[in-house]
């Protein structure tokens, strides 16, 4: 039974590892730096308004990354509920993965930075952006051993302290990455 339970662990278990390597490497071959031009790490960057901001290992935007994977966990069990957790967990990585190279593109940090109020964002570090992939794990795994309720009241928690704090959340830098809006964008800027 060990045994069996081990070789059902180890291949998806071995598949998430890939991914997070594909990524790092997908994004240093694409020009994103290892790390913080700065030349260190910090666990925490709270600066929103800095070149700092996106390169280390947790920010503001690392609440919007959980709340990913409480959507990705939804949207895993609404879909494919008979695939065991580790599988949709993949399901999910590969999702948070393929965004975090999107949103690394020149594409998207151009339109970050002509229609959001992110006007210094140069894309994320390497180290950042795994880390934003493990925030969407974290999240994913709250809202596997989680009553709903409390994943739902979680995400607003996070959505009105971030909007508080840095006038961002998740549900802003959708809208304005996909249909700006100027009175949005000058509120978030303190105008």
């Known amino acids: 039974m060990n045994l069996r339970a081990s070789k059902t662990t180890t291949l998806p278990l071995l598949i998430a590892g890939a991914i997070f390597a594909v990524t790092a490497i997908v994004e240093h071959i694409n020009g994103r730096i290892a790390i913080c031009k700065c030349g260190y790490v910090k666990l925490w960057h709270g600066v929103v308004n800095s070149s700092e901001n996106s390169q280390h290992i947790a920010d503001w935007y690392s609440f919007s990354h959980i709340i990913h994977g409480f959507l990705f966990y939804l949207a895993a069990w609404l879909v494919a509920r008979r695939l065991p957790l580790l599988w949709r967990l993949n399901l999910a990585l590969a999702l948070e993965a393929a965004w975090e190279m999107f949103e690394n593109s020149a594409f998207i940090i151009d339109r970050y930075r002509t229609a959001t109020i992110s006007l210094n964002y140069y ?13 969407m794990v974290l999240g994913f795994w709250l809202a596997s051993r989680l009553r709903p309720r409390f994943i739902v009241a979680l995400a607003l928690a996070f959505e009105l302290m971030t909007l508080a704090i840095i006038r961002d959340n998740l549900t802003l830098n959708v809208l304005m990455l996909l249909h700006p809006v100027e009175a949005i964008k000058q509120w978030q800027a303190g105008a």
Request: charged residues 15%.
């Open 123 to 135: 894309g994320d570090s390497i180290v950042n952006s795994l880390s934003d992939i493990a925030f």
